[in-house]
């Protein structure tokens, strides 16, 4: 087993990881490793996600994700422009489909100005001008700030800033476990840390119970798939144009997004799923799968909310399902419009046990010389940059 000395450890090549990492080398820290069980950046959520950059709507003011989002959307977009990144900056619409809606939406501006978001409420007519083909009632949430872009190559992008910056990414390295205070053991490599950081995604609750921490914490897994707009179509999509979300739950609705080579995709679902890696029906199952069964059938029973997504959700592997939440959002959307694609993500989410709540923002765990970063969920792409600064100058300086 090769032996390496470190200031730093950072589990996990996701975006969070590499934000840190990158974070790290721009303040001058020299020794920074990073251990990824994968062979390569981008293999789970963020290589996986929507590439929406969002502006900060949604959150309540002065949670993690209010801040890092709003600051994080300046920060990556600025990235993306040094690295001739492609990005579609036509904004986003949120519609409303009933009365009721439209009062959400009005919560929804006041978030935004909450955040100190630039969001403007439109009409029908303004709404044309921007997204001639979607569809709201009475009025619509114009973001101009949203952006999108290919996921995977932010993720390469920022592996090679890393790596250019003296970073040391080990690629096919799992983290295994723990050898007392300031040693781990991943891979074929046994690594001394001064400080250890656990940005593991969809593994980070179980890399923080063994290090005793958050054992009132659990991720369950739900999976997004997505369809496309045929290029035959005759709807068109500038940007993105998002449904009002249910905003007891942490996801934002199925979307129709632009990427930046022309493609429109429509997505994701929210499913919940019994394998942290299930992206196809039966493959990424495990022994884990029947405590995970037992977990979401124990929410289903205790929570309201996750009770409503357990129910909606998995209707929409049926298309006909999944074509009538896309339908809601633009005019004379028909059946042949779309088609399926491979394209699938899954969000950890972290629940509390203690309170049988989904946690809604990102969490932070701490010991001696070890930092945990759980429920990195939505936006925590966009945010990534400015939650990796938030991490480095509270718990690294
Ligand atoms: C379908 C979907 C759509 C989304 N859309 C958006 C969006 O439009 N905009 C947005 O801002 N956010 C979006 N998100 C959320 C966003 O993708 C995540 O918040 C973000 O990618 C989380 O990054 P991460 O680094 O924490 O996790 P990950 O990307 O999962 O990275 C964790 C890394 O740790 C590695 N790892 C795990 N266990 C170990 C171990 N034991 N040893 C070593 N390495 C390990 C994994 O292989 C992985 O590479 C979306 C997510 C999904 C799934």
Same mark, same amino acid.
């Given at each position: 087993m090769k032996t390496i000395e470190t200031e730093f450890c950072i589990i996990g090549a996701g975006v969070v990881g590499l934000a840190v990492a990158r974070e790290l080398s721009n303040k001058k820290k020299k020794k920074i490793v990073v251990c990824e069980k994968e062979h390569k950046v981008g293999c789970h959520a963020s290589g996986r996600n929507s590439g929406v950059l969002h502006a900060g709507i949604y959150y309540t003011a002065g949670s993690m994700k209010a801040r890092t989002c709003v600051e994080g959307n300046r920060l990556l977009k600025s990235f993306c422009r040094s690295k001739r990144i492609p990005m579609v900056e036509k904004g986003k619409v949120i519609v409303a489909r009933n009365q009721q809606e439209l009062d959400t939406l009005h919560a929804l501006y006041q978030r935004a100005q909450n955040n100190g978001v630039d969001a403007q409420l439109i009409n029908e007519k303004q709404l044309a001008d921007i997204e001639p083909c979607a569809k709201s009632y009475q009025e619509a949430l114009y973001s101009p700030h949203t952006a999108t872009v290919d996921p995977e190559v932010v993720m390469q992008a920022l592996y090679e800033d890393c790596v250019n910056k003296g970073v040391m990414v080990l690629f096919n390295t799992p983290f295994k476990n723990f050898e007392g205070q300031n040693t781990v053991i991943a891979g074929e490599y046994l690594i001394k840390f001064d400080t250890l950081i656990n940005c593991a995604g969809a593994y980070s609750d179980t890399i923080a119970h063994t290090r005793g921490? +958050?054992?009132h914490l659990t991720l369950i897994p739900f999976k997004g798939i997505y369809t496309k707009l045929r290029k035959t179509t005759r709807i068109k999509v500038n940007g993105n144009i998002y449904p009002v979300p249910d905003v007891r739950n942490p996801f934002l609705g199925v979307h129709f997004t632009a990427n930046p080579y022309g493609d429109v995709y429509i997505g994701p679902t929210a499913m919940p799923v019994f394998g942290r890696e299930q992206y196809d029906f039966m493959k990424g199952m495990s022994r884990e799968s029947v405590s995970i069964f037992y977990k979401d059938a124990l929410l289903f029973l205790k929570n309201k909310s996750f009770r409503s997504v357990a129910i909606d959700e998995?209707?929409?592997?049926i298309p006909y399902f999944f074509f009538k939440d896309a339908q809601?959002?633009?005019?004379?959307?028909?059946?042949?419009?779309i088609e399926k694609t491979t394209k699938s993500g899954i969000r950890p989410q972290l629940v509390d046990w203690d309170k049988k709540e989904l946690v809604m923002d990102f969490s932070v765990f701490t010991d001696s010389n070890t930092i945990h970063i759980l429920n +990195?969920?939505?936006p925590a792409f966009t945010g990534s940059m400015s939650f990796a600064k938030i991490i480095v100058d509270k718990y690294c300086i």
């Amino acid at each position: 087993m090769k032996t390496i000395e470190t200031e730093f450890c950072i589990i996990g090549a996701g975006v969070v990881g590499l934000a840190v990492a990158r974070e790290l080398s721009n303040k001058k820290k020299k020794k920074i490793v990073v251990c990824e069980k994968e062979h390569k950046v981008g293999c789970h959520a963020s290589g996986r996600n929507s590439g929406v950059l969002h502006a900060g709507i949604y959150y309540t003011a002065g949670s993690m994700k209010a801040r890092t989002c709003v600051e994080g959307n300046r920060l990556l977009k600025s990235f993306c422009r040094s690295k001739r990144i492609p990005m579609v900056e036509k904004g986003k619409v949120i519609v409303a489909r009933n009365q009721q809606e439209l009062d959400t939406l009005h919560a929804l501006y006041q978030r935004a100005q909450n955040n100190g978001v630039d969001a403007q409420l439109i009409n029908e007519k303004q709404l044309a001008d921007i997204e001639p083909c979607a569809k709201s009632y009475q009025e619509a949430l114009y973001s101009p700030h949203t952006a999108t872009v290919d996921p995977e190559v932010v993720m390469q992008a920022l592996y090679e800033d890393c790596v250019n910056k003296g970073v040391m990414v080990l690629f096919n390295t799992p983290f295994k476990n723990f050898e007392g205070q300031n040693t781990v053991i991943a891979g074929e490599y046994l690594i001394k840390f001064d400080t250890l950081i656990n940005c593991a995604g969809a593994y980070s609750d179980t890399i923080a119970h063994t290090r005793g921490l +958050a054992h009132h914490l659990t991720l369950i897994p739900f999976k997004g798939i997505y369809t496309k707009l045929r290029k035959t179509t005759r709807i068109k999509v500038n940007g993105n144009i998002y449904p009002v979300p249910d905003v007891r739950n942490p996801f934002l609705g199925v979307h129709f997004t632009a990427n930046p080579y022309g493609d429109v995709y429509i997505g994701p679902t929210a499913m919940p799923v019994f394998g942290r890696e299930q992206y196809d029906f039966m493959k990424g199952m495990s022994r884990e799968s029947v405590s995970i069964f037992y977990k979401d059938a124990l929410l289903f029973l205790k929570n309201k909310s996750f009770r409503s997504v357990a129910i909606d959700e998995p209707k929409k592997y049926i298309p006909y399902f999944f074509f009538k939440d896309a339908q809601g959002l633009v005019e004379g959307l028909s059946y042949t419009d779309i088609e399926k694609t491979t394209k699938s993500g899954i969000r950890p989410q972290l629940v509390d046990w203690d309170k049988k709540e989904l946690v809604m923002d990102f969490s932070v765990f701490t010991d001696s010389n070890t930092i945990h970063i759980l429920n +990195a969920v939505s936006p925590a792409f966009t945010g990534s940059m400015s939650f990796a600064k938030i991490i480095v100058d509270k718990y690294c300086i």
